[in-house]
C-alpha cells in the first residue's frame, strides 16, 4: 500500500474531478473523492464525466503500476463506464482490478461506491501497454 496521494490537477475540469490514490498495486487501486456542486450538470446531479474520469484514472494507475518494472505505462483505449445512482454530493471510493493483464494490453473493472457502499457507477477500461514518449 501506498501512502495517499492526490493526483495534481492541471485544468479547471481535474481540478473539480480530483481523486486521492489511497492504494496502489499491480492487482488493486484503491482511490476516494468528494463530490460536490463542481461536478454538478444544469440540473443539479454530478457529471457522467466525473465518474468516467474516476473510473479511467484508477485504470490507468493500475495498469502502469502493473508495467512499470518493465519501463512501461498504461495508456486508454477504451472506457465504457456505466452511471447507475444520482448523486448531489458525498464522498464516493473508487476501487479497480485488472480482469486481463497481457503483454501489450490489459483490462480493468472499476467500481464506483457511495459512503452507504451502494453502486454508484462502474466501468471496464481497455489499456495498452507502452514505452514512455520520449523514451526512445
Known amino acids: 500500500m501506498t501512502d495517499p496521494t492526490p493526483l495534481t490537477?492541471?485544468?479547471?475540469?481535474?481540478?473539480?474531478?480530483?481523486?486521492?490514490?489511497?492504494?496502489?498495486?499491480?492487482?488493486?487501486?484503491?482511490?476516494?473523492?468528494?463530490?460536490?456542486?463542481?461536478n454538478h450538470t444544469p440540473w443539479g446531479i454530478v457529471h457522467?464525466?466525473?465518474?468516467?474520469?474516476f473510473v479511467e484514472t484508477v485504470a490507468s494507475v493500475?495498469?502502469?503500476?502493473?508495467?512499470?518494472?518493465?519501463?512501461?505505462?498504461a495508456v486508454g483505449l477504451s472506457n465504457a463506464t456505466h452511471f447507475l445512482r444520482a448523486l448531489t454530493a458525498g464522498e464516493v471510493t473508487v476501487t479497480g482490478?485488472?480482469?486481463f493483464q497481457g503483454r501489450t494490453h490489459q483490462l480493468w473493472q472499476v467500481r464506483v461506491v457511495d459512503e452507504?457502499?451502494?453502486?454508484?457507477?462502474?466501468?471496464?477500461?481497455r489499456l495498452q501497454n507502452i514505452d514512455?514518449?520520449?523514451a526512445r
Do not use: I, K, N, W
Open 116 to 125: 452507504e457502499d451502494r453502486l454508484v457507477a462502474h466501468g471496464e477500461v
Open 132 to 134: 514512455p514518449p520520449g
Open 97 to 99: 482490478e485488472p480482469v
Open 9 to 38: 490537477p492541471g485544468t479547471t475540469f481535474e481540478h473539480a474531478t480530483t481523486v486521492t490514490v489511497l492504494e496502489t498495486a499491480a492487482d488493486r487501486v484503491v482511490a476516494r473523492a468528494t463530490l460536490g456542486p463542481a
Open 62 to 73: 493500475g495498469a502502469s503500476a502493473a508495467v512499470a518494472g518493465r519501463g512501461q505505462v
Open 48 to 53: 457522467g464525466g466525473t465518474y468516467a474520469s
